[in-house]
């Protein structure tokens, strides 16, 4: 079956624009978790959704950041005012249901470049 | 947060060599699972091997094998046999604590060199 895709693939953009980050889960996934790889560092944990719904925003880096999730599938991470240290790539994954003995499958990832 | 440690940024070994990449981990739950992630130039994150902590019989998938020890809190990928598909980025990834997402080392580059 169809896995995680993400969409752009790769995204440039000017400082102080906003972007649109897209994640399409593996179908019937009620999990899916967003995280931020930036250059020689591993996996940063920003927000998860249960469903439609994200219990726990702490992780989001600050209040440019904002993701929603409609119909418990396509989630969408907005990065408001970019600035250059928003540059990684950011790595969407799902999984059947939350929590950390379900194995999470990953997307392709988006690398997000503010110049 | 839970802490991971991968205290190997680099390795490189020659195909066909048996390689042990090490992770310590630090975390106050008693039952949790443990993963290791290979993600390969194409950034694609695949899951490699997978450890429950409440098992003793430490987890194998062919080439690959954990040597978990629970009480240490450490949790150390050896792969044999290697080949040049394994070069990568590994990266070791205990629980971040209920449903949260995972906590990922840092990681470590292994080259597989021909």
């Known amino acids: 079956g169809a896995g995680v895709s993400q969409s752009p693939s790769n995204k440039v953009t000017e400082k102080g624009k906003d972007v649109e980050l897209r994640c399409d889960p593996i179908s019937g996934h009620t999990a899916l978790y967003w995280y931020r790889q930036s250059l020689g560092q591993g996996l940063e944990f920003l927000i998860y959704f249960q469903g439609n719904s994200a219990p726990d925003k702490s992780g989001l880096p600050s209040d440019r950041f904002s993701a929603e999730r409609t119909g418990g599938s396509v989630s969408t991470l907005t990065i408001q005012r970019t600035q250059q240290e928003d540059s990684a790539v950011y790595l969407c994954?799902?999984?059947?249901?939350?929590?950390?003995?379900?194995?999470?499958?990953f997307g392709p990832g988006t690398r997000l470049t503010v110049t | 947060a839970q802490t991971v440690t991968q205290s190997q940024p680099e390795m490189s070994v020659q195909e066909a060599e048996t390689v042990t990449l090490s992770c310590t981990y630090d975390t106050s739950e008693n039952n949790y699972y443990l993963f290791w992630y290979k993600q390969p130039p194409s950034r694609q994150m695949i899951l490699v091997i997978r450890q429950e902590a409440y098992k003793q019989q430490n987890a194998t998938e062919n080439r690959f094998s954990v040597n978990f020890q629970k009480a240490a809190k450490s949790f150390s990928l050896k792969i044999s046999d290697s080949q040049l598909g394994d070069t990568a980025m590994y990266f070791c990834?205990?629980?971040?604590?209920?449903?949260?997402?995972?906590?990922f080392g840092k990681g470590t580059h292994l080259i597989i060199q021909p």
């Open positions: 990834a205990p629980p971040g604590g209920g449903a949260d997402g995972l906590t």
């Open positions: 994954a799902s999984s059947l249901f939350p929590g950390s003995m379900y194995e999470q499958y």
